[in-house]
């Protein structure tokens, strides 16, 4: 079975990260979701990703403020990245964004719009990467 990976940099954004979890339930899409920050447990993260089982076929990277997350995500694995900017802090977002927008070339991720429209898209769009399988 083909599944979701889904990480995000914070036990605060768990509660954000449920309106793509239901969607993944609604749809009985499988996913594994997990916390882990690329600025506070970086070692943890890397080794993680090394460890990845074949089943996953796409990653959210899911973070706010300096989102390091994805594009350090992105450069672990060869799988496709969605990054999400969560709209918290005083720049509400526009520095997630930033920070996940504009990556160097050849570490691509796919950026979502900040907040919940993007944290749904997010679900949205990696299902229609697992349903290229099936075509
Ligand atoms: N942007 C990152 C990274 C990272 O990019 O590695 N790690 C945590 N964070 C973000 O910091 C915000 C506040 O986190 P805390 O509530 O733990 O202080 C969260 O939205 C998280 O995604």
């Known amino acids: 079975?083909?599944?979701?990976?889904?990480?995000?940099?914070?036990?605060?954004?768990?509660?954000?990260?449920?309106?793509?979890?239901?969607?993944?339930?609604?749809?009985?899409?499988?996913?594994?979701?997990?916390?882990?920050?690329?600025?506070?447990?970086?070692?943890?993260?890397?080794?993680?990703?090394?460890n990845l089982s074949?089943?996953?076929?796409?990653?959210?990277?899911?973070?706010?403020?300096a989102a390091a997350l994805p594009g350090v995500v992105a450069s672990l694995t060869s799988l496709p990245v969605i990054g999400v900017p969560r709209d918290v802090g005083p720049l509400n977002g526009i520095d997630a964004l930033l920070s996940i927008v504009q990556m160097p070339?050849?570490?691509?991720?796919?950026?979502?719009?900040?907040?919940?429209h993007g944290m749904k898209n997010a679900a949205y769009f990696a299902k229609r990467i697992l349903d290229l399988e099936g075509k």
């Open 105 to 116: 070339k050849g570490v691509p991720v796919g950026t979502m719009g900040i907040g919940n």
């Open 1 to 50: 079975m083909s599944k979701v990976l889904i990480i995000a940099g914070s036990e605060s954004d768990k509660e954000f990260v449920k309106q793509a979890l239901n969607l993944f339930d609604e749809w009985n899409v499988e996913y594994e979701f997990r916390i882990f920050s690329a600025h506070r447990n970086l070692l943890e993260l890397t080794e993680y990703m090394k």
């Open 54 to 65: 074949s089943e996953f076929k796409v990653v959210i990277a899911v973070a706010g403020l």
